[in-house]
């Protein structure tokens, strides 16, 4: 067994800042979840808010990617 | 027992390897001036795009040719976007809107040609774009308005106790802007590229070769959607900041 307790540690930390995609997904499904049912109550208003969709989806989605890089860092900066 | 068998197959992860900046012209340093990969790629994207927008609709058919039909859609898609989300008074800065968005969506897909270098990866890349967007929008704000525009970190709708505190919440939001506006995109195009090479290491394996050619096709369908939609998402939101800048009063 070759390396360290640091290494250690920056291997089990990246694997924990994984975990922060899962809220992503959850954010990202809720504001999908909720433009679906909203389109399907008012189907003729659905169409000027595609636009809101896919900003509230980056927006929600970039904290998904924050904990993407925190893990890249972990696993090859640190 | 799995260790043995990954050693037996010689299977190998370097889902990083394809992100590497390398001189095309021999070995050696890389100073600011030096012609590698990164530089290539991102020619060959300004060269399609005038390809595109310039060759393609020089003709200016009154019944349009296929590219030039393509130069057409990608026009107006982007205008509607700029003067929907920013207004009419938006309109000026089309051009700025315009071309960072064929910039971005050419440069994806690009980067989707297999052995090819994806220029968007790269998180030095995408926060030059938007720091540019940033540092613009900042000072057209302050120009149009002068001290008025810091009306955007007062939220008037607020009640009165709550708005000093909205006010920093607002100021350090406004500053993360150009942090998640350039990782998200060098984030998510970084991402489904590591993906798919994870998946490309599976395929040494012969019991999961197929499994994992599947998945290589399923991440590339994938890839082509996130490599429009994160070009999509970067414009609309330099066209959210615009229009931050033009109106600030909530």
């Known amino acids: ?78 | 027992m799995a260790a043995e068998a990954e050693s037996e197959t010689g299977l190998v992860f370097h889902p990083m390897e394809q992100f590497k900046i390398e001189p095309l012209f021999g070995e050696g340093p890389i100073h600011w001036y030096t012609i590698t990969n990164q530089t290539l790629w991102m020619g060959i994207a300004v060269l399609v795009i005038f390809l595109l927008l310039v060759v393609g609709t020089s003709r200016r058919a009154l019944v349009p040719s296929r590219i030039q039909s393509i130069g057409e859609l990608a026009y107006g898609f982007v205008y509607k976007m700029v003067e929907d989300v920013a207004g009419k008074e938006g309109v000026k800065y089309f051009p700025y809107v315009m071309t960072l968005f064929m910039f971005i969506v050419v440069a994806n897909f690009l980067g989707l040609i297999p052995t090819s270098f994806s220029t968007t990866s790269h998180i030095a890349v995408t926060v030059v774009m938007a720091l540019m967007v940033f540092v613009g929008v900042t000072i057209l704000g302050f120009v149009k308005h002068g001290i008025g525009f810091l009306k955007l970190f007062w939220v008037s709708s607020a009640p009165l106790a709550l708005r000093p505190v909205l006010a920093i919440i607002e100021v350090i939001s406004y500053f993360v802007r150009p942090v998640s506006h350039s990782i998200r995109l060098a984030g998510n195009i970084m991402a489904g590229h590591a993906v798919i090479e994870v998946f490309a290491a599976f395929a040494a394996i012969l019991a999961i070769a197929p499994l994992s050619m599947l998945g290589i096709v399923a991440m590339y369908g994938m890839d082509m959607l996130v490599a429009f939609v994160q070009a999509y998402v970067f414009t609309i939101l330099t066209c959210v900041y615009l229009k931050d800048a033009l109106h600030p009063a909530h």
């Open chain 1, 1 to 78: 067994m070759e390396g360290d307790i640091v290494q250690m540690g920056a291997y089990i930390g990246a694997g924990l800042a994984c975990m922060g995609m899962g809220g992503a997904a959850v954010g990202v499904g809720s504001i999908v979840g909720n433009y679906l049912s909203g389109a399907l109550r008012n189907p003729s208003a659905a169409q000027s808010q595609t636009a809101m969709l896919f900003i509230g989806i980056a927006f929600s989605e970039a904290f998904g990617i924050f904990s993407f890089l925190v893990a890249l860092l972990l696993m090859f900066a640190v």
